[in-house]
């Protein structure tokens, strides 16, 4: 009888130290489609997420989960055509000619970027340029925690010399170094450090349309953010003030929501629980 209790109380038991925050786990990344068109995310390296790319309507989404020790990018595609063994072409963020990603994306992109460990890094970066506006909302973790990324759309304030057009729009907006191809843009040669590699009229642009995005190659400060133990909403075409909404243990949660259960609730039961897994021993 004793060794059925302690076997059958070593699940609620993880189950509680997983929302207490005190055991690592995988993260469950929720991409969202809030564009009027298809777009086609990628993601690299791409094995946690469908092999590194698909298609998502508007309005749909996908659900992946990642291990922690990932590290990686996310952007989204336009314009594409795929045929039915997944070879074409994208008008942005080509990856080549293959709907699954191996590697990264053709220039100008808007990137979503991940280091997951007991603390996870994230940023939203416009240094490659930018083709769609993204937000990156943490839901249940613990830290600093906040969303990153757009509050409005590049492609409509664009300057036109950084302008990609196609069929009488501007599909995307590259970067300055792209362009321009200098030192100072760049953040290279003497300007390669913090101190000499300042904002500029173009970087100054990007971060009207995305607040805490990376700009350029030296905006952290505004730019980097850290959580403990959370999932992750990625929603193309969004704004960081709208809420977004996820699926966390079976329960829809939301970025603007607060925690699932207190952590007073989560503390007691955990201690509960380990007095009787102790007892039953």
Same mark, same amino acid.
């Given at each position: 009888?004793?060794?059925?209790?302690?076997?059958?109380?070593?699940?609620? %038991?993880?189950?509680?130290?997983? %929302?207490?925050?005190?055991?690592?786990?995988?993260?469950?990344?929720?991409?969202?489609?809030?564009?009027?068109?298809?777009?086609?995310?990628?993601?690299?390296?791409?094995? =946690?997420?469908?092999?590194?790319?698909?298609?998502? !309507?508007?309005? $749909?989404?996908?659900?992946? +989960?990642?291990?922690?020790?990932?590290?990686?990018?996310?952007?989204?595609?336009? /314009?594409?055509?795929? /045929?039915?063994?997944?070879?074409?072409?994208? =008008?942005?963020?080509?990856?080549?000619?293959?709907?699954?990603?191996?590697? @990264?994306?053709? *220039?100008?992109?808007?990137?979503?970027? &991940?280091?997951?460990?007991?603390?996870?890094?994230?940023?939203?970066?416009?240094? /490659?340029?930018?083709?769609? *506006?993204?937000?990156?909302?943490?839901?249940?973790?613990?830290?600093?925690?906040?969303?990153?990324?757009?509050?409005? /759309?590049? !492609?409509?304030?664009? *300057?036109?010399?950084?302008?990609?057009?196609?069929?009488?729009?501007?599909?995307?907006?590259r970067s300055a170094c792209d362009v321009f191809n200098t030192d100072q843009y760049c953040c290279r040669g003497q300007f390669g450090n913090p101190a000499?590699? $300042? *904002?500029? &009229?173009?970087s100054k642009k990007f971060k009207e349309a995305c607040p805490t995005a990376y700009s350029y190659a030296y905006d952290d400060p505004t730019?980097?953010? +850290?959580?403990?133990?959370?999932?992750?909403?990625? +929603?193309?075409?969004? @704004?960081?003030? $709208?809420?977004?909404? @996820?699926?966390?243990?079976?329960? %829809?949660?939301?970025?603007?929501?607060?925690?699932?259960?207190?952590?007073? &609730?989560?503390?007691?039961?955990?201690?509960?629980?380990?007095?009787?897994?102790?007892?039953?021993?």
């Open positions: 009888m004793e060794k059925k209790l302690k076997f059958a109380l070593l699940p609620l %038991l993880c189950f509680f130290l997983l %929302l207490s925050g005190s055991a690592e786990c995988a993260r469950v990344f929720t991409i969202i489609n809030q564009c009027k068109t298809v777009i086609w995310p990628a993601v690299t390296p791409g094995e =946690s997420f469908g092999g590194g790319g698909f298609s998502l !309507r508007p309005g $749909q989404s996908m659900v992946f +989960t990642a291990p922690v020790g990932w590290s990686g990018r996310i952007w989204g595609r336009t /314009d594409c055509s795929f /045929d039915a063994s997944g070879n074409g072409s994208c =008008s942005t963020g080509s990856c080549g000619s293959s709907l699954r990603c191996g590697a @990264s994306g053709a *220039p100008p992109a808007s990137l979503a970027e &991940f280091t997951l460990a007991a603390v996870d890094y994230y940023d939203v970066s416009l240094v /490659d340029g930018f083709n769609l *506006p993204m937000v990156i909302k943490p839901v249940n973790g613990q830290g600093n925690c906040s969303a990153a990324g757009c509050d409005g /759309d590049l !492609r409509q304030t664009c *300057p036109s010399e950084l302008a990609v057009r196609a069929n009488g729009r501007t599909v995307a907006c000499t590699c $300042q *904002p500029t &009229f173009y730019s980097i953010f +850290t959580c403990s133990n959370a999932d992750y909403i990625i +929603t193309f075409c969004s @704004s960081r003030k $709208q809420s977004a909404c @996820s699926y966390h243990n079976n329960r %829809l949660v939301c970025s603007s929501a607060s925690s699932l259960l207190s952590r007073s &609730f989560i503390s007691s039961t955990l201690l509960m629980l380990a007095l009787l897994f102790t007892i039953s021993v």
